[in-house]
């Protein structure tokens, strides 16, 4: 699962984070994902799901100092499921490693946090998870941002198995969903819910507020996988309360098996 689950400091009026915590949660637990990739997660939030989502491992810094300040990219791992043997974080930038670095156009510090994972149900097989959060204003730093992510994945899990999740503020057949999942490149990226949805959706838009209405197609949130996963299932969770939604953004899930 991939959830942008918006800023607990935000001025949202009735849809403040205290107002709708209990809502992410049980969005969350209904799916009941092994792995969870969050995006705009303040360490508070970062801490009030851990304390709620007990069975799972969480891992996530800020992008301002690669410590407590801003965003973090939490992702959630199933302690049952996996054995983490790794893990860390880079920055979109010219200094990746360098915390809080910036390049291009963004107009803000942007980062991506990885997990290297011993699968128990695959007999320890290794298995790699990428969590990220594009720039909503840069152009060129979104796609520059995609091919980045593509080369530290390729850089990092080889061969393995590779998933990712992130909100990507840029739409299907963008630059930077084809730096992302076109051409030529080392690991092999598929689009789940492309994979799985194979016609054309003019409501698969995943952001636009806290409210259940037809969102259009702009479909920004992805969950990517490499070619040693089968789709058995990708979708757009609408989950809602009387046409309230718990965030800004659908969560977007996938069901994938190792061939």
Request: overall charge negative.
């Given at each position: 699962?991939?959830?942008?689950?918006?800023?607990?400091?935000?001025?949202?009026?009735?849809?403040?984070?205290?107002?709708?915590?209990?809502?992410?949660?049980?969005?969350?637990?209904?799916?009941?994902?092994?792995?969870?990739?969050?995006?705009?997660?303040?360490?508070?939030?970062?801490?009030?799901?851990?304390?709620?989502?007990?069975?799972?491992?969480?891992?996530?810094?800020?992008?301002?100092?690669?410590?407590?300040?801003?965003?973090?990219?939490?992702?959630?791992?199933?302690?049952?499921?996996?054995?983490?043997?790794?893990?860390?974080?880079?920055?979109?930038?010219?200094?990746?490693?360098?915390?809080?670095?910036?390049?291009?156009?963004?107009?803000?510090?942007?980062?991506?946090?990885?997990?290297?994972?011993?699968?128990?149900?695959?007999?320890?097989?290794?298995?790699?998870?990428?969590?990220?959060?594009?720039?909503?204003?840069?152009?060129e730093a979104r796609r520059?941002?995609?091919?980045?992510?593509?080369?530290?994945?390729?850089?990092?899990?080889?061969?393995?198995?590779?998933?990712?999740?992130?909100?990507?503020?840029?739409?299907?057949?963008?630059?930077?969903?084809?730096?992302?999942?076109?051409g030529e490149t080392p690991?092999?990226?598929?689009?789940?819910?492309?994979?799985?949805?194979?016609?054309?959706?003019e409501n698969a838009g995943?952001?636009?507020?806290?409210?259940?209405?037809?969102?259009?197609?702009?479909?920004?949130?992805?969950?990517?996988?490499?070619?040693?996963?089968?789709?058995?299932?990708?979708?757009?969770?609408?989950?809602?309360?009387?046409?309230?939604?718990?965030?800004?953004?659908?969560?977007?899930?996938?069901?994938?098996?190792?061939?």
């Open positions: 699962m991939s959830f942008n689950i918006r800023y607990g400091t935000a001025n949202d009026g009735d849809h403040v984070w205290d107002n709708r915590k209990e809502f992410v949660v049980e969005t969350i637990e209904a799916f009941a994902p092994d792995l969870l990739g969050t995006q705009e997660t303040l360490k508070f939030q970062k801490d009030y799901l851990h304390e709620h989502l007990s069975e799972y491992h969480v891992i996530g810094v800020g992008r301002d100092d690669g410590q407590e300040a801003g965003e973090m990219m939490a992702v959630y791992i199933r302690k049952s499921r996996f054995e983490i043997l790794d893990s860390g974080h880079f920055w979109y930038s010219e200094t990746p490693n360098e915390p809080g670095s910036k390049a291009w156009d963004t107009s803000l510090p942007r980062m991506a946090t990885w997990v290297k994972l011993s699968d128990r149900a695959q007999d320890g097989r290794t298995i790699w998870f990428f969590n990220t959060h594009f720039d909503h204003r840069g152009s520059e941002s995609a091919s980045l992510l593509r080369r530290m994945v390729s850089q990092l899990a080889g061969k393995d198995p590779a998933i990712i999740t992130g909100d990507f503020n840029a739409p299907e057949g963008s630059d930077v969903y084809n730096n992302l999942f076109e690991i092999p990226l598929t689009d789940t819910y492309r994979s799985f949805h194979s016609d054309s959706d995943t952001s636009g507020g806290f409210t259940l209405k037809d969102r259009g197609t702009r479909r920004i949130d992805w969950i990517g996988c490499s070619k040693q996963f089968s789709v058995l299932s990708a979708e757009i969770d609408r989950t809602n309360r009387d046409g309230v939604t718990p965030s800004d953004h659908f969560p977007v899930t996938a069901v994938l098996q190792l061939k």
